[in-house]
């Protein structure tokens, strides 16, 4: 596509709950970044996707977060029992090959979760 | 880990002045960019630097990689109110196994018309 889309754009859901966010990058992008954003903060690191694998995944901050690409384009990130400060927004971004000489990302417009 | 500051958190400016805001870091980078975010949406980018001592400029937006690796100014002339929004500076790395990037937190910017 054009940009890059996700899905859904709000989600809320009870502390406990099971919940999946969805990335479609940019055509032809073979790099796929997720990031959260917290209220006044910036975007931090979750993980970065270089075709299907997970090239460095030390921004998830424990074993209840999870990301797939399975066919190098789409991607998942899956976070089980969610608790309250899991609320963020959840940014997905994709890139041409870093090798390319350069971290330009384009970011979606972001998946908003509220856990209550 | 490494972190990007910036400040102050929020800045308030009259429409037409122009504006400047910095980023700095304790760690060396070799690319640094500037993002603008709106309310609702993602960030987007502004401007990509590359190289230290570049000065690149994109409209009325002029940002420079310092020399030390290790800040960048972003300058905003003759702000007009579509400028409001939350400017992020970002840096990493252009090639090789680490590509992500460290964003900063952000300055929320104001234009008073």
């Known amino acids: 596509g054009a940009g890059v889309s996700q899905t859904p754009s709000n989600k809320v859901t009870e502390k406990g709950k099971y919940v999946e966010l969805r990335c479609d990058p940019i055509?032809?992008?073979?790099?796929l970044y997720w990031y959260r954003q917290s209220l006044g903060q910036g975007p931090e690191f979750l993980i970065y996707f270089q075709g299907t694998g997970a090239a460095d995944d030390s921004g998830l901050p424990n074993d209840r977060f999870f990301a797939v690409r399975p066919e190098g384009s789409v991607s998942t990130l899956k976070i089980q029992r969610t608790e309250r400060g899991d609320s963020a927004v959840y940014l997905c971004?994709?890139?041409?090959?870093?090798?390319?000489?350069?971290?330009?990302?384009?970011f979606g417009a972001g998946s908003r979760l509220t856990v209550l | 880990g490494q972190q990007l500051n910036q400040s102050p958190q929020s800045m308030f400016i009259q429409e037409g002045e122009d504006v400047s805001m910095n980023c700095t870091s304790s760690?060396?980078?070799?690319?640094w960019l500037w993002y603008k975010q709106d309310p609702g949406e993602g960030p987007v980018l502004l401007i990509a630097?590359?190289?230290?001592?570049e000065l690149t400029s994109n409209g009325r937006l002029t940002a420079q990689f310092g020399i030390t690796r290790k800040d960048s100014f972003l300058n905003i002339s003759a702000s007009i109110p579509s400028d409001v929004g939350i400017y992020f500076c970002a840096a990493g790395y252009s090639n090789g196994a680490n590509s992500k990037l460290t964003f900063g937190k952000g300055i929320t910017l104001s234009v008073r018309p």
């Open positions: 630097l590359y190289k230290a001592g």
């Open positions: 971004a994709s890139s041409k090959r870093p090798s390319s000489g350069a971290n330009v990302l384009t």
């Open positions: 055509s032809g992008h073979t790099a």
């Open positions: 760690s060396i980078f070799n690319t």
